[in-house]
């Protein structure tokens, strides 16, 4: 059963129901379908994290504190009234609403996200519910939230506001980190009190106040239901709920669905059966930390962007302000260089579907349904050399081909057993990813190019994983296309891959993989009920291909193969093709 209809159903158990269900859950979908509607058509938006955390920078007493930077005062156990000091020299007086704005519009972003209040519990906008907040307990004599409310509304730029509902380090009933696990608060000075009371003393009147005062918000984003209540989850929704039009995420309660889920800091490998939004740090961490070079590069990032939107999600990209109020370069140098890539590619990313492909070796797709039938964009990512790029398994009518670049130039195209064949110019636009423009009229049937068995054989190559990266932790990397593609930096005992194939023959299989490993690892291969344990001995710096085993596969069909690391014996390997051979 879908994760959103299980979640769905949880909801309707702990939030009282009506009487007449059925109709409630389609006037619900309804609803939700044309609140969705610009954020479904936007896919790309800036998330903002910024707070008294911009100050310490990541250091504290001269000492670096591990960690993403907003989590300074957990993770130094810094006492309140120490981090409180932060407030009197917070000063951000370079501070300026219309250039975020505007350089999140250059970027091609059309919606922005920014922390209203964040665990510390300091609020970034002027508040009578807690005089900790930036007008209050600042020297800074401004209401940020208000000045960048005032620039979005100039140029239409939708706003969403960040608020940590439960975590609430500041307050004696807000929750913290290992509240679950009965660890008590760092600060012995707080003496505990029952979570409501912070609910109804500050996260309900804050709530309330973001909602009215700054011109009508069109997402709130919660965040970390780290020791909610049904109860306080119950309070917070009244509120919500006050504002149909708005949008809010799944991080409430949980289970929650909200209205899209949020994968953080990891693309999911394939769609998902609901909204989402992909959460995401140009470097590692979401505040402002002066040490973290980390940086993802352009192309990365531009093709993160692409591959999210191919299986039909959004991107929320973050930057972390400094304590004077600036992005920082780098940053700015990444959002001007997807902003130029989308000043030309825009097209091919606003109001797009998901990709009807199964793989594409090359790249991505992505579609839009027109009048007539389908426009395809192809986003290139890998140029073949032969001037070839093929569309597998595809049938429909080509009414033309061109590159969205250069739209004078059509591109020739032919159908070659089932595949389309486009011959591309020799040099691509933009190394990073030319788009192509396919226009289809009539319908469009795609056949999947789902690895299959073949002469006794089924090849699954690199580029044809799924590959699972944890949200925090090393991600491994596809380098490559086709025979040559790689995974590579799979050091990460939490990644696991995963291959889709279709047989037609039960039996027994030898499963054989080029494998490049400095050290010995073991790997744990699963298809269905059965498992292999295998072992991969060192093979220095050269890929060597090795049996890993053998395999019983009992059912036909399609079927899901895993990889996953054994954890206590894993030092990481580098995986190319692998290949099932019938016994
Ligand atoms: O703990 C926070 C973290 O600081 C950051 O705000 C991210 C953004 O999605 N959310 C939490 C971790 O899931």
Same mark, same amino acid.
């Given at each position: 059963?879908?994760?959103?209809?299980?979640?769905?159903?949880?909801?309707?158990?702990?939030?009282?129901?009506?009487?007449?269900?059925?109709?409630?859950?389609?006037?619900?979908?309804?609803? $939700?379908?044309?609140?969705?509607?610009?954020?479904? @058509?936007?896919?790309?938006?800036?998330?903002?994290?910024?707070? +008294?955390?911009?100050?310490?920078?990541?250091?504290?007493?001269?000492?670096?504190?591990? *960690?993403?930077? @907003?989590?300074?005062?957990?993770?130094? =156990?810094?006492?309140?009234?120490?981090?409180?000091?932060?407030?009197?020299?917070?000063?951000?007086?370079?501070?300026?609403?219309?250039?975020?704005?505007?350089?999140?519009?250059?970027? *091609?972003?059309?919606?922005?996200?920014?922390?209203?209040k964040h665990h510390d519990g300091?609020?970034?906008?002027?508040?009578?519910?807690s005089?900790?907040?930036?007008?209050?307990?600042?020297?800074?004599?401004?209401?940020?939230?208000?000045?960048?409310?005032?620039?979005?509304? =100039?140029?239409?730029?939708?706003?969403?506001?960040?608020?940590s509902q439960a975590q609430d380090w500041h307050e004696?009933g807000g929750t913290y980190?290992? %509240?679950? $696990?009965?660890?008590? #608060?760092?600060?012995?000075?707080?003496?505990?009190?029952?979570?409501?009371?912070y609910?109804?003393?500050k996260a309900?009147?804050?709530?309330?106040?973001?909602?009215?005062?700054?011109?009508?918000?069109? %997402? !709130?984003?919660?965040?970390?239901?780290?020791?909610?209540?049904?109860?306080?989850?119950?309070?917070? $929704?009244?509120?919500?709920?006050?504002?149909?039009?708005?949008?809010?995420?799944?991080?409430?309660?949980?289970? &929650?669905?909200?209205?899209?889920?949020?994968?953080?800091? #990891?693309?999911?490998?394939?769609?998902?059966?609901?909204? &989402?939004?992909?959460?995401?740090?140009?470097?590692?961490?979401?505040?402002?930390?002066?040490?973290?070079?980390?940086?993802?590069?352009?192309?990365?990032? /531009?093709?993160?962007?692409?591959?999210?939107?191919?299986?039909?999600?959004?991107?929320?990209?973050?930057?972390?302000?400094?304590?004077?109020?600036?992005?920082?370069?780098?940053?700015?140098?990444?959002?001007?260089?997807?902003?130029?890539?989308?000043?030309?590619?825009?097209?091919?990313?606003?109001?797009?579907?998901?990709?009807?492909?199964?793989? !594409?070796?090359?790249?991505?797709?992505?579609?839009?349904?027109?009048?007539?039938?389908?426009?395809?964009? +192809?986003?290139?990512?890998?140029?073949?050399?032969?001037?070839? +790029?093929?569309?597998? *398994? /595809?049938?429909?009518?080509?009414?033309?081909?061109?590159?969205?670049?250069?739209?004078?130039?059509?591109?020739?195209?032919?159908?070659?057993?089932?595949?389309?064949?486009?011959?591309?110019?020799?040099?691509?636009?933009?190394?990073?990813?030319?788009?192509?423009?396919?226009?289809?009229?009539?319908?469009?049937?795609?056949?999947?190019?789902?690895?299959?068995?073949?002469?006794?054989?089924?090849?699954?190559?690199?580029?044809?994983?799924?590959? #699972?990266?944890?949200?925090? *932790?090393?991600?491994?990397?596809?380098?490559?296309?086709?025979?040559?593609?790689?995974?590579?930096?799979?050091?990460?005992?939490?990644?696991?891959?995963?291959?889709?194939?279709?047989?037609?023959?039960?039996?027994?299989?030898?499963?054989?993989?080029?494998?490049?490993?400095?050290?010995?690892?073991?790997?744990?291969?699963?298809?269905?009920?059965?498992?292999?344990?295998?072992?991969? #001995?060192?093979?220095?710096?050269?890929?060597?291909?090795?049996?890993?085993? @053998?395999?019983?596969?009992?059912?036909?069909?399609?079927?899901?193969?895993?990889?996953?690391?054994?954890?206590?014996?894993?030092?990481?390997?580098?995986?190319?093709?692998?290949?099932?051979?019938?016994?």
């Amino acid at each position: 059963m879908p994760r959103y209809l299980i979640s769905a159903m949880l909801i309707v158990l702990v939030f009282s129901c009506t009487p007449n269900k059925e109709t409630e859950t389609e006037s619900t979908l309804s609803a $939700q379908d044309q609140r969705m509607e610009w954020w479904r @058509e936007a896919r790309f938006g800036l998330f903002i994290h910024w707070g +008294l955390y911009a100050q310490p920078a990541g250091e504290w007493k001269g000492e670096e504190v591990p *960690g993403i930077s @907003e989590w300074i005062m957990a993770r130094a =156990k810094i006492p309140l009234a120490e981090y409180e000091q932060l407030a009197t020299t917070f000063n951000p007086v370079k501070y300026d609403a219309e250039a975020w704005v505007t350089l999140a519009k250059e970027a *091609g972003m059309k919606y922005i996200v920014i922390t209203s209040k964040h665990h510390d519990g300091f609020a970034m906008f002027h508040s009578k519910a807690s005089g900790y907040n930036i007008v209050d307990a600042t020297p800074f004599d401004r209401d940020p939230l208000m000045e960048l409310a005032e620039a979005c509304e =100039k140029n239409g730029i939708r706003l969403g506001f960040y608020y940590s509902q439960a975590q609430d380090w500041h307050e004696p009933g807000g929750t913290y980190w290992n %509240i679950e $696990q009965g660890e008590p #608060h760092w600060d012995p000075s707080l003496v505990r009190e029952p979570l409501m009371n912070y609910i109804n003393g500050k996260a309900v009147p804050q709530v309330k106040e973001i909602l009215e005062n700054y011109g009508g918000l069109d %997402i !709130l984003w919660w965040d970390t239901p780290r020791g909610m209540t049904e109860e306080a989850a119950e309070a917070l $929704q009244a509120v919500a709920s006050e504002y149909p039009d708005m949008i809010t995420n799944n991080r409430l309660y949980r289970p &929650w669905p909200g209205d899209f889920s949020t994968p953080e800091q #990891h693309v999911p490998p394939t769609g998902l059966d609901y909204d &989402w939004e992909v959460c995401m740090t140009m470097n590692t961490s979401w505040g402002f930390k002066h040490y973290d070079h980390n940086w993802k590069s352009s192309e990365t990032l /531009i093709r993160m962007l692409v591959d999210i939107a191919s299986k039909g999600g959004n991107l929320l990209l973050n930057v972390g302000p400094t304590a004077e109020g600036e992005i920082p370069a780098p940053s700015i140098e990444r959002l001007k260089a997807i902003g130029t890539w989308m000043d030309v590619n825009g097209e091919s990313i606003y109001g797009t579907e998901a990709s009807p492909f199964f793989k !594409l070796p090359w790249g991505r797709c992505t579609s839009r349904a027109t009048g007539e039938g389908t426009t395809l964009y +192809l986003h290139v990512f890998n140029w073949p050399d032969n001037g070839l +790029l093929k569309l597998p *398994g /595809i049938s429909t009518n080509v009414s033309s081909v061109r590159l969205l670049a250069d739209q004078a130039q059509a591109l020739s195209s032919r159908f070659e057993e089932g595949d389309l064949l486009i011959e591309l110019p020799a040099q691509a636009i933009d190394p990073v990813n030319t788009v192509l423009v396919v226009e289809c009229t009539g319908g469009l049937d795609v056949k999947s190019n789902m690895p299959s068995l073949e002469e006794g054989r089924i090849v699954l190559a690199a580029d044809f994983a799924d590959i #699972h990266n944890p949200g925090y *932790g090393t991600h491994a990397i596809l380098k490559g296309s086709g025979e040559d593609a790689l995974i590579t930096n799979w050091v990460d005992s939490r990644v696991r891959l995963e291959w889709m194939f279709n047989t037609t023959e039960s039996g027994t299989y030898s499963v054989k993989a080029q494998v490049k490993a400095e050290d010995f690892s073991k790997l744990l291969v699963k298809i269905g009920e059965e498992e292999l344990e295998a072992e991969v #001995h060192a093979t220095g710096s050269e890929y060597s291909e090795m049996i890993l085993g @053998e395999i019983n596969i009992s059912e036909t069909g399609d079927l899901i193969m895993s990889i996953r690391p054994v954890q206590e014996d894993w030092k990481g390997i580098e995986l190319g093709t692998l290949t099932l051979e019938k016994q």
